[in-house]
């Protein structure tokens, strides 16, 4: 009977797609007066959902929540979007509130990014 068989910290990740869903698990913390979406630790976006910035709904929830968050790269991703991304949801590059999801073959990458 070790500890570690009692007790485990797990983290959950998930596309945020459904908007409703994560709106009704949204909650502001009591201490720090933060809103978290609470459906997963960290909220990946897919390029569909950050593409457009000026008229995404999805951006703009997340950009109102503190939990981390994760862009999904594939090759059919425009650069300079993605840059726009980082940029709009990481505006003072804090390094634990956004990672990147690379889908691409190394030779994607180069010739891509």
């Excluded at 797609?17 to 949204?26: F, Q, V």
């Excluded at 000026?54 to 300079?80: I, M, Q, Y």
């Excluded at 690379?102 to 990014?113: E, G």
Aim: charged share 20%; proline share 7%; net charge negative.
């Amino acid at each position: 009977s070790a500890p570690v068989f009692e007790k485990t910290d797990f983290y959950i990740a998930h596309d945020c797609l459904c908007l409703p869903y994560e709106g009704a698990l949204t909650r502001q913390d009591s201490i720090t007066g933060n809103w978290y979406d609470c459906s997963a630790h960290l909220l990946v976006l897919d390029e569909p959902t950050y593409s457009d910035l000026g008229s995404s709904a999805h951006v703009e929830f997340v950009g109102g929540v503190h939990n981390p968050l994760a862009l999904r790269v594939t090759d059919r991703c425009d650069p300079k979007k993605i840059i726009a991304a980082i940029e709009e949801l990481n505006p003072v590059n804090d390094p634990s509130r956004l990672s990147i999801i690379v889908h691409m073959s190394p030779d994607a990458i180069r010739s891509k990014l």
